[in-house]
């Protein structure tokens, strides 16, 4: 994708969004059986931002925190992946949570969201130096997750994406549209519009555009074409495709849509699943890792799909799959088999 | 199931049987290789109620404990799923234990019984008020294994049989015929069908009705025919139909003679399986349930059968799943997909 | 304490007030270095309502939980030491969260709570039928943490206390004055002394006299004596005396004044300290049996006083000592001693 | 003590008696609270033959389990330390249990014993080939523990007594009288005197002789002069001191009279106490480890005294501290410092 | 095969080679994951000797290990399973240590060795007496994995080949070559065609035969054929077969040349894995014991294969299942089923 | 001390020592109970560098690791504090290990290292480039550890201390004389006198400078006078002074001459102890701390002393004690009192 990466001596990727702490019941417990929760502190864009530090492309997060110990733990968490956490803003509030019961066989996964109110929800635009923050980068990424949140949040985000591109960075966003967020009294098509206009690269699905942008059409890639025709700095669009057998059992391949056509990467049939939160943020990591990288289309779409299929084998938010294990199940070698 | 339930204003249900400490090894392990067990307190019938309790059916559970710590801490146990305790008594003696080893894949799961000489087979049949304890009562639920423990538990159980029946309260008794227990001089055959006979709704399979009647022919259906001729107050005979590919890995479907015709509830594909044990229990429970509700048999025997499919993949041996939960599973709605 | 329980046959304790989950590292671990919480959920009142039922005193605990699975889990949580819940009330929101790290030696426990906005802070006044609630009760309980909460728990709060009031029930306030609440725009003074001058049992000390109503004086005893010039409903005052050596390491004993005099009980010398959370509220649940069972002034302060001390040895917020446990420590029988 | 060891190249130790599956609450946990037991297997002489194995001391222990997988998880529990378990029998029947709570502070450790009617009291008399299993041995040890729990398991002690002396082997007696024990219809005092009678060295207390042989008298010294001019064989009587200051804070030390005079071992101040149990078996077999090497009184106490005093600080029921480590405290070398 | 075993009341087995600690991720945790270990110790023929003893057939192992706490460590966990520990020399030095991440799915298992400049590797030739060693024994085990360690683990190894051969001992042999060891200066056909020359049970594949022999052929059969052409003395050659389709989804096979002909034993079909390390020596175990039980070549093939096939099933390296369990899998029965 | 620190601007803090695995027996338990060990990565200076991250100072650690996933592991952990692990050099070779046993009342801790021929100790001294590492560094902290371990890491010690020298750069150096370390041919008067020689300030006691230097005297004062007399650059000495009751039991202060006289900090009772590993560490990194933050040398003492006995309350190597933390505890604030 040379297009998009101008220059390949400026690695560093920025990622912004909310980063909360995730409690998880043990093993296929369920809330009310919890006499603990398992803890680790995570969200969509830091997990991002995690895969590729642990890759060796440097990258900061942006967040806020509280400026009591739990915040601490998070900034230690995310630092532990090598994460450049210099930039995290600290002041009085909570932390955001998410409550994860994970599901086996024929019984669903649940997320339980207590996420309002927290700091980043409150965060204050003014205290990000985004020029600053964006000297040496070569990639933004921001989710839909972030603007649903707060107006202060989208507000932040806006200006990000505002400042990346005038930076020549390239932009990537992970629609992710979630109807339950919302609730600050603007609706999302208010808001997403003007962000994707500014965003490069785009992960969506049929739904999301028409979510998002009342725009759909009947495939993934006619879909995109009108997309496409409306906002037209777009230059690839790509969406991971989930079937679920059971909380146990899913098969994970990808579609990417790179203006001209469509392209599909391998399907993994994933049996059993350890933890598949973080899955599609292993995916997207995987992405811009092949784009800085410069694979073509097709290896930039199998590695994150590779990535995204490992991150199902891994507890917790974060891939911690190295890029050796990655491109070995990309290539099929040794699947399974124990290494010595 | 209109003519079962008489009122639908009671709807409290009486269970009564032994509840056991339960000692599991943890995950896999063996009982060579345990060093801790995880404890829980269980019986089949209390785990009936248990369930009934979550399900917002008031519930109580009637058996005698030991007057010690341990004692206390089983109804607590019970306490916990909403279970009315108030009718259980306490006396000098020892609580029944049950070892669990899970098994996984091709190595099965084992139990081992320490359950000799439990303060509940030691039971006094004169400490119960059973016209106190139906007051309020729709439904009575027994298990075969109540009159295999002692000839004092046998008795309790026919006396609460005969004062349910006069009292008008729906009679249910689960055979569960178990040749281990039956130790203490009396046979089967010279229990059970007194019991039998004053029961509305029996869970049996053809080898459960040759055990304890000696009554069988080649069908399900056409014993359960043989029977009624004999047990004329019998209303409903049903039976989950269980496939074993392995511990890990089973099938779990249900039929169900409703006096006239045999129907058959969907069979789901249960892999991995987290603790099949009480999965009878939360079916039977299921069932209950249906029927006090006036679902009609299919909708009640699917209703029994998605309960207790579910039951497999949640640890312990009572199921925690909600009604909603377990509709959703009926229905074929998101089954294995995560629900924010 | 005869002239404050009317009545011997009712003997039921009503307790108000928000139920949080509680988050402790394990061990002495931090905050920083946990992966994992220890989870329960535990309010002031609700476990002294806890320790009572496991005293058996009938106790039902008054509160607003989530309509999602933890107000499920909070509530089987309360049942299991068989709190009624019939009379909790289920809505949307949050369930209240304090983190707990419980330090060692010369290190601090530390508490960082993220309880605004709760399920209860949002309360619907209207939806408690206290007449109902206080039918059978011989005593209502309250804190001085409701009222901080919000507006509609300082309504609750009193409409509870002047209900019972008028139905003739026993009514005691725990102070408790923390400055970091009362956030929601009224002064603490604004508040209290309205709530206080509904209130039979006091537990307090000079400085939450001095806070809550503008009223201190060298000694305890002349305090009280100021204090109840004012608040002539008031019949006893009485507070715990904690001398904090370490973390680890506390002498824990208490006085009361009768409306005559001041009393104090024996000192415990407690080390190693397993829990010191709740530890308060188990001495005022230890108040309250003395009180319904008629104790004379110094035993109900000793068997409160013994029942505080051991709560020190006990983990998570609620005592689970018997009557007997707590009765043998007052009288100093076989403390420490191998019990076959 | 070369009067009692005849020949040093006979070193090997029989000793004989009930083991049960020990249940702990884990840490400072309570019954009522344990969602998991810990597991090990233990009783008060194979925990002397565990600590004389790990000794380099050769060890049986003769017993009998349940010929299921408990029983094989009892005799390789027995195993790890080296005992020898050859003539462990198997039958049909039970292990016998016993619960723990280890207590914390002012709150004393509770043990809740359900041994009755396990294989052990159930044990056939002519399983055991005394005259093979005493073939090597140089000690045979017994405690008042096994002829309390049945006829049958005081005639196999009588039995192994009688072999042992007409062997040469010298027989201790842990009288350790319990008076919950002793249910099968026979009194302690038509029991123990014949034991007693055969018996070399005894672990007594004032206590324990009045109990056992109706003999008391002011002092240990003159109790033990009393018994020994009825029991002539007696060479050696010792005890224990505990003083219990706490549950985590006991202080140990011992007396013993050699038939002369009463001499007395240091006394160690134990703060905090990890698991007192099995501490009283450590110091019977620091004792024994004593007088098999030919330690002289003064000698054999310290040791003794020193191992029962280091068992404070170990899980479990058997110390696994070595003879060097015993030693360095018995010199006072080192204690509670790091070393490398 | 009666061939081999010359006479049926010697029935001791010797085997010979490291054990290591083995430090294993728990649950599917990854080493950037773990804060824990879970600790046992191993080695191929170490698991070998631990599944015969526990079988009863007399095993005793012969290694070296630290004379500090780590040995003990070692030594009571080989003990457990009854193996015999007597001949084990203890020296100045570390253990060989061996870290392992289980995988899971797509993910493949993997280990970190750490066990050069061990105590084994540096063991001292002199110091095992072969000739009393092999007294009674039947059956000597040997593995490639000891040559390949040291210079003094290979002469250690052909002085025991050699002293069995004498004392007619049988001498199987697991050739099992890794690349990775052969660090010493000997290249592995300077080393092993004299041990394969004493051996007379040979487990081992073409591609074992090609690396260690220079020998190999277009199948099995024919390469059986080719080696025995030189290496006269061998009787039997045998091989499991595993087919990996994911680190949780595996088939076991097997199939042995005879001299004669090649058989089969049937195939497992094993989901999910529990642990797959040791599954290989729990085969050569069981080969091992139809042996000497003089199974015929088919039976004792099936027998190792179930007895491979079931150590998937079972955490740890050593298999736990009994002779019954492994019998009633190669007969089919009850396969998964729960047993009561 | 602002003749030590010669530009505040310049902040960075180097640090230069091997980092081992340590593996650690859970709770109390003993090598030979361990079926798990916790696992956490740590050695003496890289403990200082994650103090004083901790405490916004930046800090970088220089060390070598293994090329495998235990090396990443490591380094993680190091991130997670804020250490810099840019300058970390890979190489193929294994982490040194020490595995613990804490110990317990009278019971020592215990220490066994499997250290020799880690990749630290193989280290290649000319892959740092110390100039480029000392760019922004104000202070070099090394310990007498890393020259003891190899001839490597002695020269790679000296070249860094020379280096920094030449830089400007404060020397700090912990003489930590270790009799079990120092087996690759040279005595350790070989090489410390070099060392010492070019360093500013030194943590030893009067047997360290024996050991070292052939240098003791009297008092604490009177040695520090005879060492600078011949080592005239130094300007600082000081140790702490420990005073061991029992494992969990020690009292901990400190002393330091200033090159005028002798200062003494406050001695803290410290019971029980959580950790007393890399408490020296957490005191030399106090001092640190005080010297860049220029207090005077009574303040950088207790500041030292107070960050040392704090340490001894946290589980792991690295203190996690916030600075306002420990000036809390310097000025006595709320020691052991539950913070809200």
Known sequence: MPEIISTSTRRKV????????????????????ADSFDVIYAGSEANIAAALAGW???????TAFPDHDLG?????????????????R?????LGIYFLESGASIRSPKIIYDRFNSCFANVNPTQFDWSEIFRDATWFHYSGITPAISQAAADVCLEAVKMARKKGVTVSGDINYRRNLWQYGKAVREIMPELI???DVIVAGITDFDNCLGIADETFESTCEKVV?????????FTSIRK???????????MLWNGKKTIEAKTYDLIPIVDRVGTGDAFMAGYIFGAINQFDDQRALEFATAAGALKHTIEGDVTTCSVEEIVALMEGENVGKLLR
């Open 72 to 88: 601490t733990a998070a900034t230690n968490y995310l630092r532990q992946f090598g994460v450049d956490t210099q930039y995290i």
């Open 244 to 254: 679920t057998v059971s909380a146990s059992h899913n098969m994970f391949g990808a």
């Open 90 to 94: 600290y002041q009085p509030g909570r």
């Open 56 to 62: 060796n492309i440097p990258a900061a997060h942006i």
């Open 229 to 237: 025709r409306q906002y037209k700095d777009i230059r690839k669009i």
């Open 14 to 33: 920025i990622t912004l969004g909310e980063v909360m702490m995730r409690l998880s019941c043990p093993g296929q417990g369920r809330f009310t059986q």
């Open 197 to 199: 206009k500014h965003t």
